[in-house]
């Protein structure tokens, strides 16, 4: 009686299709997230350790060392931001404010910046800080 003997047969795995999806998938999210660098203005956040990241559009609030405001890198006094931010309120549908300040700023200047923003319809507060390494 003949037995026949069975070859074995080797699974191959073709990654082509795997390198191409996985090279999708970088291309998407590089495109998909946003990096907003705020150049003009030498701000040192606070550092934390975990922090939460906004990838909507929000209005930013800059306060620099000295406690002046910026928006959108032009300094404005403290009586004009709130008509500002009315004025973006109007504009933006997640009425979402950002609050940039340097680490050295005294509290009270944050918190008149919460304060007026929560005045003129901001929803959403937010503090903008640096993630430790």
């Given at each position: 009686?003949?037995?026949?003997?069975?070859?074995?047969?080797?699974?191959?795995?073709?990654?082509?299709?795997?390198?191409?999806?996985?090279f999708?998938?970088?291309?998407?999210?590089?495109?998909?997230?946003s990096?907003?660098?705020?150049?003009?203005?030498?701000?040192?956040?606070?550092?934390?350790?975990?922090?939460?990241?906004s990838?909507?559009?929000?209005?930013?609030?800059?306060?620099?060392?000295?406690?002046h405001?910026?928006?959108?890198?032009?300094?404005?006094?403290?009586?004009?931001?709130?008509?500002?931010?009315?004025?973006?309120?109007?504009?933006?549908?997640?009425?979402?404010?950002?609050?940039?300040?340097?680490?050295?700023?005294?509290?009270?200047?944050?918190v008149?910046?919460?304060?007026?923003?929560?005045?003129?319809?901001?929803?959403?507060?937010?503090?903008?800080?640096?993630?430790?390494?």
């Amino acid at each position: 009686m003949l037995i026949s003997k069975r070859k074995k047969t080797r699974a191959v795995i073709h990654t082509t299709a795997l390198i191409d999806i996985v090279f999708l998938l970088l291309i998407y999210f590089l495109l998909t997230s946003s990096f907003i660098e705020q150049e003009n203005l030498s701000i040192k956040l606070p550092k934390v350790v975990k922090s939460a990241s906004s990838t909507e559009q929000s209005v930013v609030i800059n306060i620099d060392k000295a406690g002046h405001f910026y928006v959108n890198n032009n300094r404005i006094q403290d009586k004009q931001l709130g008509p500002l931010l009315q004025d973006y309120m109007g504009q933006y549908s997640d009425r979402s404010v950002v609050i940039r300040a340097d680490r050295q700023v005294v509290y009270h200047r944050i918190v008149k910046a919460l304060d007026i923003a929560r005045q003129n319809g901001a929803k959403r507060l937010n503090l903008a800080v640096e993630k430790k390494l």
